[in-house]
């Protein structure tokens, strides 16, 4: 095995030796072939090539395929296949890559179909037909598209399913969010800032808890020394005071935030009513201003006039915020935020519209001038349209209705005093039994009575009056007190000239 070997090796380096001694020559040139065509030529077999062993050329080099690539020669290489020889193995083969087949471009008839091929005349299958089947079945059909059907109504249900646990969620949310705390204070903030008032919410829940406190703690002390001048047990003192001190001092402390509240809502309406009515002389001087060459900001600060009252105030805190670098028209949104007034609203947004558009904002703020006039000028029109209404509720309540329960109220009494004179004793007529029972305390219980009807009365028509004459019942909180007292004043004067002219009659 070793000489073996060694003559291997001899015989190796004496081939090396004459390949590259044959290789100095260069070969003639061929012509250059294309990769394609090199790797479609058929590869030559081994066997017809000379064995290197083989004694009829023992010192001939291996002659190489003519369109075979040049390699460079490798020991390992040959030393690598002879062993694989030896030990009767194969060498390891490259796999062959397969040609990529061309698609067969078939020529189209005059009708836009493609001639059929063997192939398709053999298979049964038309030249055209890409489907595995020429007719789907119906059934099949029938069946998919109606479980395409309960599919989609499956899921729209269930689609509207979650759409409705959505909304609940939402309306519990909201619920939640309108009962709490975060939002009461929320809303007191707006209230205050809408009213003028920039206090804090906690200031104003303190104050409200001690006036309660205060109330309740003076009510306490002036019972306690009743009671301690009366000479009352302690123990009915304890449960007095402790229902004192839940009740009552619940009572005063929803009462106070609830006469807070209408106070700020009133302030509210006036200061809103005020701004309004100074609204349209306001842009047509800042229109004029315009018209003269001033910008935008620089009209509506020399628009403003003392006698505007809240507008004017407001004008100057918008011009200092944009002196102090903010947009002019952040600074009138927030204006128009701190006023309950549509028509405040919708006049900035069309003034801030047309700034974005570049339009002719002199033109534009008079026309919102003319707009708000013709609005109020209507209002009037329809107010006194509706006047003869207004008169007729107005007499009927302050008038007519004191006027009836005085005459019932002296009637009442004087049917007291005949009754009184009289001695019935329950008189019978068989079945019909006449008992009369009548007292002073009647006619003071009556007089109450009307005392009270007619307060009502006169709350009630003054706030229907307001919503005539100004569409809004905030209008008429200031006829209340008048009507209230004429009514009452009304009612005792008749009744006492009633009484003085009907006395002799009882």
Known sequence: MAATKKNRTAHGARTARKTAAAHKTPPPKEPSRSSASIASAPAEPLSSLPSPSSPSSPNVPLPLPSDAPRRRFSFSR???????????????????????????????????????????????????????????????????????????????????????????????????????????????????????????????????????????????????????????????????????????????????????????????????????????????LASANISAGMPIDRALWFAVRPNFGVLAKEIEEVAKETLAGEELSESLTRFTERYDSLILRRSVSILLEGMAAGGEIAELLSKIALDIQETKILKKEMSANVATYAIFITFASIVMAPLLFALATTLLTIIVKITGSLNLGGASNGFLKLNIKTSAQMVTNFRWFSVMMLSVSAIMSASIVSVIRKGNVKDGIRNLPIFLVVSLTIYFLAAAALAATLGSLA
Do not use: C
């Open 78 to 284: 040959l030393f690598r296949r002879d062993r694989a020889t030896a030990s009767g193995k194969k060498p390891a083969e490259k796999p062959v890559e397969k040609p990529v087949e061309k698609p067969v471009i078939r020529p189209v008839e005059k009708n836009g179909t493609a001639p059929e091929s063997p192939e398709d005349t053999k298979s049964g299958k038309k030249a055209g037909d890409s489907s595995p089947t020429a007719k789907p079945d119906p059934k099949a059909l029938a069946e998919h598209s109606k479980e395409a059907e309960r599919r989609k109504a499956a899921d729209d249900a269930a689609l509207e399913r979650t759409r409705r646990m959505l909304k609940r969620r939402e309306r519990q949310r909201k619920r939640k969010e309108l009962h709490s705390a975060q939002h009461r204070k929320r809303m007191l903030v707006s209230l205050l800032l809408k009213a003028g008032y920039t206090a804090d919410p906690d200031d104003v829940k303190r104050v409200v808890f001690y006036i309660a406190f205060a109330v309740t703690a003076l009510f306490t002390l002036s019972t306690l020394i009743l009671a301690a001048l009366a000479g009352k047990s302690a123990t009915g003192l304890l449960l007095f005071y402790f229902g004192v001190w839940t009740a009552v001092f619940a009572f005063l402390y929803l009462f106070t935030w609830m006469v807070i509240y209408v106070y700020l809502d009133i302030r509210i309406y006036r200061r809103t009513k005020e701004l309004e009515e100074v609204l349209p002389d306001f842009l047509q």
